[in-house]
């Protein structure tokens, strides 16, 4: 009987430090719930939880901002690089989009009252922001997103204007005024 209390001990310190390894890890499962992860980091205040919601490339944009702006590291991953985390409780979140191994999704920007479009990869098996492989040229786009989409059928919509030249009386010289004679004076009597 003994054996068995301290196999099964043994079994769930490795359960707990394998779910707490795959805590350490971050990302998601897709893009939805890597920004969910990070979202929840950010509120939590935990830098490293954050830092491992993010891409290399990332870790390697917040160094390169923080050498250069002599802020603190921990200063630079407060916001997770994105404005959404500023809202107080989760924010809406649309259009997940993947193609291969880039995703996408947008997640409402409160503050500006825009759907911001956010990059995520899979690295290291698990989806994670990639603001700093967007920099790098290596992320590609999944496809445009809802709001982009919105935009151009707006924008389609909206009545065309002639163009106007404002310069076309630019070169006009000044008119000239023609005196044209009105009636005579009356006579005088």
């Excluded at 890597?34 to 954050?50: C, G, P, Q």
């Excluded at 040229?137 to 106007?164: C, D, L, V």
Aim: charged share 25%; glycine share 8%.
């Amino acid at each position: 009987m003994y054996r068995i209390i301290v196999l099964f001990s043994i079994l769930a310190i490795v359960a707990l430090g394998m779910a707490c390894a795959k805590e350490i890890a971050g990302g998601g499962s897709s893009p939805t719930d890597a920004y969910k992860k990070l979202f929840e980091a950010v509120k939590s205040k935990d830098t490293e939880a954050i830092k491992s919601n993010m891409t290399k490339k990332t870790h390697d944009l917040a160094k390169l901002q923080s050498d250069r702006s002599g802020t603190p590291i921990e200063r630079v991953y407060e916001n997770g690089f994105s404005e959404t985390t500023f809202a107080a409780t989760m924010p809406t979140i649309r259009d997940e989009r993947v193609n291969g191994n880039m995703g996408a999704v947008e997640v409402w920007n409160s503050q500006k009252s825009i759907w911001e479009d956010l990059p995520f990869m899979i690295e290291d098996g698990t989806w994670k922001l990639a603001i700093g492989d967007t920099f790098a040229g290596i992320y590609k786009s999944p496809g445009k997103g809802r709001g982009e989409i919105e935009k151009e059928a707006a924008n389609a919509m909206a009545p065309q204007s002639p163009a106007i030249n404002m310069n076309a009386n630019a070169n006009r010289s000044t008119p000239r005024v023609i005196e044209v004679p009105g009636p005579p004076p009356p006579a005088k009597q």
